[in-house]
């Protein structure tokens, strides 16, 4: 059972543009949402993260937007640049991250010059 | 400050045999996570170390095994490999369990 579904599995921006990737989840006892940047032959590296009781996180360019009525969250890269080129994993956690890390199954993007 | 390490950085072994993965933790950090990514999909929890003891387990069978030794470090084992165990295999460490975990390059296990 999938409980962190990622879409999409690839995108293609133009660099200046807006990337933009959306997670569902299942388990309502999550409460702890991390996104995760993943370089070619590099472990995941912890970008953003958001906590159910805020509806949005900006960190420079990288928004999380959060709709706990609809159980989803996207992240939104603003002003994308052809160094954002990398596989994006969602996560959620219970517990406060006291529970394991269920992650989403990647979307690799792609910022063209 | 050195970040999370793992070795090797890849590997190739055949069906049947054993291997032993290492992790050292980042600084000042003491719970050990390890997690198995498949090509082109998420990483998947195996298990958490804490304290020298295995504190959570994911859907994994027994034939992964694990330790934490008193400076933190960690093992991960696989008995009886099959080709389905060809993944990169993560590690991952925290302040303590809850905090953010941070991430090594991973394992490359290949199996023939």
């Known amino acids: 059972q999938q409980q962190v579904k990622q879409s999409p599995q690839s995108l293609i921006v133009q660099k200046g543009g807006i990337s933009i990737i959306n997670c569902a989840y299942e388990n309502t006892a999550f409460d702890y949402f991390p996104w995760y940047q993943q370089f070619p032959g590099k472990g995941p590296a912890l970008l953003i993260a958001i906590r159910p009781d805020v509806s949005e996180k900006k960190e420079g360019r990288f928004t999380i937007s959060f709709n706990k009525s609809a159980k989803q969250f996207s992240l939104h890269i603003m002003d994308s640049q052809p160094g954002d080129s990398a596989t994006y994993f969602c996560a959620a956690t219970e517990n406060s991250g006291y529970s394991t890390l269920t992650f989403g199954k990647g979307t690799m993007l792609l910022v063209s010059p | 400050d050195a970040g999370v390490t793992q070795s090797p950085t890849h590997l190739i072994k055949t069906r049947g045999q054993q291997v032993t993965l290492r992790c050292s933790p980042k600084s000042g950090h003491d719970t050990v996570s390890w997690y198995q990514q498949a090509l082109g999909q998420g990483p998947q929890f195996i298990f958490q170390y804490y304290e020298e003891e295995e504190r959570q387990r994911g859907n994994f069978p027994d034939r992964f095994s694990g330790h934490q030794f008193p400076n933190y470090s960690s093992e991960l084992n696989v008995n009886a490999l099959l080709l389905g165990d060809s993944a990169l295999y993560l590690c991952?460490?925290?302040?303590?369990?809850?905090?953010?975990?941070?991430f090594g390059d991973g394992t490359r296990l290949s199996i023939l």
């Open positions: 991952a460490s925290s302040l303590t369990p809850g905090k953010p975990q941070h």
